[in-house]
């Protein structure tokens, strides 16, 4: 292709969901899954925020924990029925074949992921994007990937169904399967935050397809031309691997390799804490290794020229069984707030502990805020965050 001819702009990263193997709890219901197969003659319809619009997009599929390669059979991608999150039907007209290297089809690497070719579908910022995956064979494995912690409702049925208008007669469950990412064509000038978090960035607590996360009303917030990638996980840590590889391990995959990342914000540590023994020393051992780290993390983003930005780490007094009767772990993450507030190490610090913490109680969250567990935050609390973000930040 002549160098005029080239796509002006570049790709943009506008929605993500960070990869982890399915725990079984989280696998498909049956027939979907059985011993050794899964998804077999399966059409799995998901949707999904958009952050950043576009005129062209492109997916991304993954395979990072699967235990045998991937055949995707059909994929399309749609405008969902009444613009709305976790439904199950689309509007047909919107329809459109996604393809890969110009094929209907790609099969997956075990631990690889896949990017289709570029396709032209109006996304206004904020659009709910409908994708409809066909795997005829399914996965020859029970190691499947998956976003468990979606807060939307998938849909799935027996079959071929890429192009219906609706699943009538589909299983509803309220996990991402498969997806890991969208990017969009934008102008030259656009670019992505990258969130790397836990379970309070991957949004427990916020209203199933309510998409009120605090990712998702930070957006709402943003300038024109600013995306956000939201790589948080429920049960993620720092320093070790949990519920999926630790924010160290998984740093160049969910961070560095986004396209467009310009920005990234680290609010994470509360699970390294939480899990560490509730003794002084281990306590301690734990702040230092945490420091250590986030060092790391602030020195492998910038080498990137990401601008990195450290969010302290919200309470969770009387949250069980995180807090100890000692308070050692209170004591640690104080000590990991004071840090983060004062070492000028990141280039700009992000307040999230003042926002919503309790001003009478500041060892809790503030009740309003509370969604019941002492830990994680309600709707109104994840607001609260998105609103503690100062906007300069990203000018």
């Known amino acids: 292709m002549p160098a005029s001819s080239l796509p002006t702009g570049r790709w943009v990263i506008t929605w993500t969901a960070m990869p982890q193997l399915t725990e079984p709890d ?32 492109r997916l991304r599929l993954s395979n990072a924990f699967g235990g045998a390669p991937l055949p995707i059979t059909r994929v399309a991608v749609a405008l969902p029925s009444g613009g709305a999150a976790g439904v199950s039907g689309i ?65 799935l049925a027996t079959g071929d169904h890429v ?55 930070l957006f709402d917030r943003l300038p024109p031309g600013v995306a956000v990638a939201n790589q948080g996980a429920g049960g993620n840590r720092v320093l070790n691997d949990g519920l999926g590889p630790s924010a160290l391990a998984r740093l160049d995959r969910d961070v560095l390799a986004q396209s467009a990342a310009r920005w990234l914000v680290v609010f994470e540590g509360v699970n390294d804490l939480g899990t560490a023994p509730a003794t002084r020393d281990a306590q301690r051992q734990v702040v230092e290794e945490l420091i250590a780290a986030y060092e790391q993390i602030a020195v492998r983003a910038r080498a990137r020229d990401l601008l990195v930005y450290g969010a ?66 309600s709707p109104a609390g994840y607001r609260a965050l998105a609103e503690a973000v100062p906007l300069t930040l990203f000018q």
Do not use: C
């Open 91 to 155: 509007r047909p007209e919107t329809s459109r074949p996604v393809t890969f290297s110009g094929r209907p089809h790609a099969t997956v690497p075990a631990g690889a992921h896949v990017v289709s070719d570029p396709l032209d579908l109006d996304l206004a910022p904020g659009t709910v994007l409908a994708v409809t995956v066909h795997l005829a064979d399914g996965l020859a494995s029970s190691a499947l990937t998956s976003h468990p912690g979606s807060r939307t409702t998938s849909h």
């Open 26 to 57: 989280n696998m498909p219901p049956p027939p979907y899954a059985k011993e050794g197969l899964t998804l077999a003659d399966t059409t799995l319809r998901q949707t999904l925020r958009v952050s950043l619009g576009g005129g062209r997009l």
């Open 312 to 377: 302290t780490l919200t309470p969770f007094g009387g949250s069980d069984p995180y807090d100890d009767p000692e308070g050692h772990r209170e004591e640690a993450r104080q000590a990991v707030n004071a840090w983060i507030r004062e070492a000028g190490a990141y280039d700009a610090v992000i307040d999230f502990d003042l926002a919503v913490r309790d001003p009478a109680a500041p060892r809790r969250l503030a009740a309003a805020y509370d969604e019941g567990d002492h830990l994680h935050l």
């Open 163 to 217: 192009h219906a208008a609706d699943l009538p007669a589909a299983t509803p469950v309220d996990h991402w399967y498969l997806l890991s990412g969208v990017e969009v064509r934008a102008g030259a000038d656009a670019a992505a935050v990258v969130l790397l978090g836990d379970s309070l960035t991957d949004g427990r607590g916020s209203t199933t397809n309510g998409n009120d996360r605090w990712p998702d009303r």
